[in-house]
């Protein structure tokens, strides 16, 4: 996947980009965990979500957070971090301004800021969250949540209680005219450590539904390898 530098709030952001060759292909922006204890883009669960959508034909986006990798700048509690999600989707929306349809994915810390995103930009379409800290973070600003999604999280995480999890779906699930999918991964961590497949697996599951009849599954494309971070190193939120 190509590596590609954009001009963020703060300086350059570094990311990595695929950009589909299907005529007004979708677009998917995928948010990494919490920079304070290792969080990056290359982090196995965002690394699964945008491949997740890279095989459907996306033009897909996953980048590092101010302060982390190349990216400049400094940790800014979220607001900072919104402000860079904010500029990578621009910049992605410049290089396909006919695209489809918009998706944001987040894990953790990326999926709190993934759903302010949702708030503040009404083209995204859907959004998928994985293990939202919905423990440690405000998630009040839902109200209403303005598109469907799925939330995911594993039985087995002792950072975020899967029963906080719980009620943030079934909140945002009581809302009219969206439907928020809540699933869960047996035996999955917080990092869902030797349950990828089963996260791949569930991805695939509600993406091949979710995105008919406007964007049908295609098949997997040729992908370069690109080497994953082996270590999961943030702790709790």
Same mark, same amino acid.
């Given at each position: 996947?190509?590596?590609?530098?954009?001009?963020?709030?703060?300086?350059?952001?570094?990311?990595?980009?695929?950009?589909?060759?299907?005529?007004?292909?979708?677009?998917?922006?995928?948010?990494?965990?919490?920079?304070?204890?290792?969080?990056?883009?290359?982090?196995?669960?965002?690394?699964?979500?945008?491949h997740a959508f890279v095989r459907r034909?996306?033009?897909?986006?996953?980048?590092?957070?101010?302060?982390?990798?190349?990216?400049?700048?400094?940790?800014?509690?979220? &607001?900072?971090?919104?402000?860079?999600?904010?500029?990578?989707?621009?910049?992605?929306?410049?290089?396909?301004? =006919?695209?489809?349809?918009?998706?944001?994915?987040?894990?953790?810390?990326?999926?709190?800021?993934?759903? &302010?995103?949702?708030?503040?930009?009404?083209?995204?379409?859907?959004?998928?969250?994985?293990?939202?800290?919905?423990?440690?973070?405000?998630?009040?600003?839902?109200?209403?949540?303005?598109?469907?999604?799925?939330?995911?999280?594993?039985?087995?995480?002792?950072?975020?209680?899967?029963?906080?999890?719980?009620?943030?779906?079934?909140?945002? =699930?009581?809302?009219?005219?969206?439907?928020?999918?809540?699933?869960?991964?047996?035996?999955?961590?917080?990092?869902?450590?030797?349950?990828?497949?089963?996260? =791949?697996?569930?991805?695939?599951?509600?993406?091949?539904?979710?995105?008919?009849?406007?964007?049908?599954?295609?098949?997997?494309?040729?992908?370069?390898?690109?080497?994953?971070?082996?270590?999961?190193?943030?702790?709790?939120?």
């Amino acid at each position: 996947m190509p590596e590609v530098i954009f001009n963020g709030p703060e300086g350059r952001l570094e990311g990595r980009y695929h950009h589909s060759k299907l005529p007004n292909a979708p677009v998917a922006l995928l948010l990494h965990p919490d920079p304070r204890h290792g969080g990056t883009m290359n982090n196995k669960v965002v690394y699964t979500l945008y491949h997740a959508f890279v095989r459907r034909g996306f033009s897909a986006l996953r980048f590092n957070f101010r302060g982390v990798g190349r990216s400049q700048g400094k940790y800014d509690n979220g &607001q900072g971090e919104l402000s860079d999600a904010a500029s990578a989707l621009d910049w992605m929306q410049a290089l396909n301004p =006919n695209a489809s349809s918009c998706w944001v994915g987040g894990f953790s810390f990326g999926a709190w800021i993934g759903m &302010q995103l949702l708030m503040r930009r009404p083209e995204i379409d859907g959004f998928i969250s994985v293990a939202p800290p919905a423990n440690g973070y405000d998630f009040s600003f839902l109200a209403p949540c303005p598109s469907s999604g799925l939330i995911l999280h594993g039985t087995h995480d002792k950072i975020v209680p899967e029963a906080a999890v719980a009620k943030l779906a079934q909140k945002l =699930n009581s809302q009219r005219n969206i439907e928020v999918t809540y699933r869960l991964i047996e035996g999955a961590t917080h990092f869902f450590s030797n349950r990828t497949e089963h996260l =791949n697996l569930a991805l695939d599951d509600y993406l091949d539904v979710a995105l008919l009849p406007k964007e049908r599954p295609l098949p997997p494309p040729v992908l370069e390898d690109e080497d994953e971070e082996d270590a999961e190193l943030e702790p709790a939120e």
